[in-house]
């Protein structure tokens, strides 16, 4: 049984939206047929006006530069400082240097983090913050936040929820998955909710 069933909705620029849903729904599908590391089997993803069954193999680099994605389980490079890790994530697209450093103090300054630790020493809102940072830091006009919540406690939850409305209101469409509703009352928006890969409601 395919994991999306008869899906169609669509998401305007600088909207905040959230896709909600039990455990299997659907949601991290979802967000992985927006950054293309799933295709559907039949119907067609756009992102902004491009159909994405149109995207050369090739041109998915140069695609993804455009999407911030945020993980649940952060995915930063342990032996590496806060900023080498922004600085590898700018230097795979080529960032000359003297921009990754102007960057990199950007988002830093933007997420609230300063200091020169390595990723394994910070504590769990730390690390999900720079892990925001990383996905906004080749400045996408589109941030996807898988379960950006989901291994931090309610402090450090409503923190990362107010950091992402602060990127989305400088313009960046910002979708996120989530099972807590607690973050849906406290700072409400858009909200999909999936049920066994169909779209339950859309309020």
């Not at 909705?9 to 909600?20: D, N, P, R």
């Not at 999900?128 to 589109?142: D, E, F, T, Y």
């Amino acid at each position: 049984m395919p994991v999306l069933r008869q899906l169609s909705l669509h998401i305007s620029a600088g909207e905040f939206v959230y896709i909600t849903g039990s455990s299997g729904a659907g949601k991290s599908t979802l967000l992985k047929l927006l950054y293309k590391e799933l295709s559907p089997d039949q119907g067609e993803v756009y992102v902004g006006q491009y159909p994405l069954s149109q995207l050369r193999k090739k041109d998915l680099p140069y695609f993804r530069r455009r999407i911030g994605v945020v993980f649940q389980d952060f995915r930063l490079l342990p032996n590496m400082t806060v900023e080498e890790n922004l600085a590898y994530a700018l230097d795979a697209v080529g960032t000359p240097p003297e921009v990754m450093d102007r960057r990199i103090t950007q988002v830093l300054k933007l997420v609230g983090l300063s200091h020169r630790r390595h990723a394994v020493a910070l504590s769990g809102g730390e690390a999900q913050r720079v892990a925001i940072a990383r996905g906004v830091i080749n400045q996408p006009k589109l941030l996807l936040a898988d379960e950006p919540t989901g291994n931090l406690d309610a402090k450090n939850a409503f923190q990362i929820l107010r950091l992402l409305e602060r990127i989305h209101r400088k313009g960046v469409t910002v979708v996120v998955t989530t099972h807590n509703d607690a973050l849906l009352h406290r700072f409400p928006h858009r909200v999909i909710t999936l049920e066994k890969g169909l779209i339950l409601s859309d309020r």
